[in-house]
């Protein structure tokens, strides 16, 4: 059976230190680094009080014609977010240009943020050949 080797965190270690004090001081690092994280986002928002939620922002979305729809910031915000978590590029055939996102349902339509397994992202020729496939079946 193999021994895990641990890696140590010389920044926290100090001379005379026990195994139980150390990982008491890592875990009041993470902590630390933790509660700095949630007063940055807290700072952020302060700074930046119009910038509004994907709900509040699906709210404002305008839902018809569809075109509009595609413009709006909620819209864009939502692509950002789908096109980033499938690293930017086609899911079919893995190209990273003309890149769109494909609703595989238009059932959530304006609730996209709350079902965000129903978008993704295709390149211009896998999405036409998806959305053909869908008309015919």
């Known amino acids: ?9 010389y ?6 230190m026990d195994y139980e004090m150390y990982l008491k001081a890592i875990k009041n690092k993470s902590e630390r680094k933790k509660e700095r994280k949630r007063k940055k ?5 302060q700074r930046h ?3 509004k939620t994907l709900a509040e922002l699906a709210a404002e979305a305008p839902k018809k014609p569809y075109i509009k729809f595609l413009k709006s910031e909620y ?7 789908v096109l980033k978590r499938d690293n930017y590029s086609c899911q079919l055939c893995k190209t990273k240009t003309n890149l769109q996102i494909h609703h595989s349902t238009y059932r959530y339509k304006g609730m996209e943020y709350k079902h ?19 008309v015919v079946n």
């Open 1 to 9: 059976m193999k021994t895990k080797e641990y890696q140590w965190d």
């Open 11 to 16: 920044s926290v270690l100090k001379p005379n």
């Open 41 to 45: 986002h807290k700072r952020f928002i």
């Open 49 to 51: 009080p119009e910038r």
């Open 75 to 81: 819209w864009k915000r939502i692509r950002k977010i």
């Open 116 to 134: 965000m397994d129903c978008l993704h992202t295709l390149c211009e020729v896998c999405h036409y050949e998806v959305q053909c496939n869908q």
